[in-house]
């Protein structure tokens, strides 16, 4: 392998840690073969990987909350404190129904 290589190899290995499909990483070092002339496709081809991951970091904002969500939940309960506990309760019930819609886009 010569050193053209093993920067291939670097930028697959880099673009995989970005969760990129195969076919597109594939895609992506075909059109690095043509250079300049398929500059558009390949900044499609990572525009559309910016909005698989910003959706990605949205759905894992949400499990967030649903977590935060569940622990101040169970220090309501710890506490005594049943008014705040059901209150967190009913919003933990509508934030699960929203992951739900958002786990099957």
Same mark, same amino acid.
């Not at 499909?21 to 390949?42: C, F, H, I, K, T």
């Not at 309501?76 to 705040?84: H, K, L, N, P």
């Given at each position: 392998?010569?050193?053209?290589?093993?920067?291939?190899?670097?930028?697959? @290995?880099?673009?995989?840690? *970005? $969760?990129?499909?195969?076919?597109?990483?594939? =895609?992506?070092?075909?059109?690095?073969?043509? $250079?300049? !002339? !398929?500059? $558009?496709?390949?900044?499609?081809?990572?525009?559309? =990987?910016?909005?698989?991951?910003?959706?990605? @970091?949205?759905?894992? !904002?949400? +499990? =967030?909350?649903?977590?935060?969500?569940?622990? #101040?939940?169970?220090? !309501?309960?710890?506490?005594?404190? #049943?008014?705040? @506990? +059901?209150?967190?309760?009913? =919003?933990?019930? *509508?934030? @699960? #129904?929203?992951?739900?819609?958002?786990?099957?886009?």
């Amino acid at each position: 392998y010569d050193e053209d290589d093993l920067d291939q190899l670097m930028w697959v @290995a880099c673009l995989a840690a *970005t $969760g990129m499909s195969v076919s597109d990483m594939r =895609q992506y070092v075909a059109n690095g073969q043509l $250079g300049p !002339a !398929a500059a $558009g496709e390949q900044i499609e081809l990572l525009a559309e =990987q910016e909005r698989r991951l910003a959706r990605e @970091a949205e759905y894992i !904002a949400l +499990r =967030q909350r649903y977590v935060r969500l569940k622990i #101040d939940y169970w220090g !309501a309960v710890q506490s005594g404190d #049943d008014a705040r @506990a +059901r209150t967190l309760s009913e =919003q933990a019930r *509508t934030l @699960a #129904d929203e992951l739900k819609r958002a786990r099957k886009q």
